[in-house]
């Protein structure tokens, strides 16, 4: 069974401090994915890699960075945390070897929900 | 800019009903389309995917999507809704050219027992 798996479900941090959202997927996949998702606003992408060491930024990147050194694993980093970055937290990952491309069928993670306050 | 819009935030159904979800994007080059659909408590999953050839696609659990190309549509159906289709509903666009993927805002689907 597929699996992608986050480090926390939830999280509570404080306002500058830097937090760590790791993502592991068991699947060999060559892209992995973080994704906000917000009410009202559904999901939103910070920043996405196709293979090992590459990033590229999604929509919304600023006030995160990642940073992929294996294969199956995908960190977030908010450097300084702020209260607007409170939100539900998803990691994805797709094959990237078929005809859907990238963004062919996802695979989803449980999510972590952080809150800074 | 381009952005894909879900018209129905929330809709409440009783068992049996049909539904209909609509979803339009707004870009008119090649696109794959999704919907994905998130059970409480659990992962977002795929429901159906279209990329090409016959535009009604079907998927898990009775599902189907019409791809009409001239309307920038990819509406959701089910003949038949079940109380265990409570759920929320995302209607995704990646955009090839750019390589982007565009979520819906989703739509809270509520079935009445």
């Known amino acids: 069974d597929v699996k992608v798996t986050q480090s926390s479900r939830y999280l509570v941090k404080r306002t500058g401090e830097k937090v760590f959202l790791e993502c592991v997927q068991d699947m060999d996949h060559e892209n992995m994915f973080w994704y906000r998702q917000d009410p009202g606003l559904g999901l939103r992408l910070i920043y996405f890699?196709?293979?090992?060491?590459?990033?590229e930024k999604g929509d919304i990147p600023e006030g995160y960075s990642v940073s992929r050194e294996k294969k199956e694993r995908f960190s977030l980093i908010l450097e300084s945390a702020s209260t607007n970055q409170t939100s539900m937290y998803l990691c994805?990952?797709?094959?990237?070897?078929?005809?859907?491309?990238?963004?062919?069928?996802?695979?989803f993670g449980p999510g972590t929900r952080l809150t800074v306050l | 800019a381009q952005s894909v819009s879900q018209h129905n935030h929330h809709v409440i159904l009783s068992e049996a009903a049909s539904l209909e979800l609509g979803c339009n994007y707004s870009y008119g080059g090649t696109v794959n389309l999704f919907w994905y659909v998130q059970y409480p408590g659990q992962h977002l999953q795929l429901l159906l995917k279209y990329f090409s050839g016959d535009p009604l696609v079907k998927g898990i659990k009775g599902f189907e999507a019409e791809f009409i190309k001239s309307k920038f549509s990819f509406n959701l159906r089910k003949p038949s809704v079940q109380w265990s289709d409570t759920a929320e509903y995302f209607c995704?666009?990646?955009?090839?050219?750019?390589?982007?993927?565009?979520f819906g805002k989703g739509t809270r689907l509520h079935i009445l027992p």
């Open positions: 995704a666009v990646n955009v090839k050219r750019d390589d982007k993927i565009i």
């Open positions: 890699s196709y293979d090992v060491k590459m990033k």
């Open positions: 994805a990952s797709s094959s990237g070897s078929t005809a859907g491309g990238l963004y062919n069928e996802q695979f």
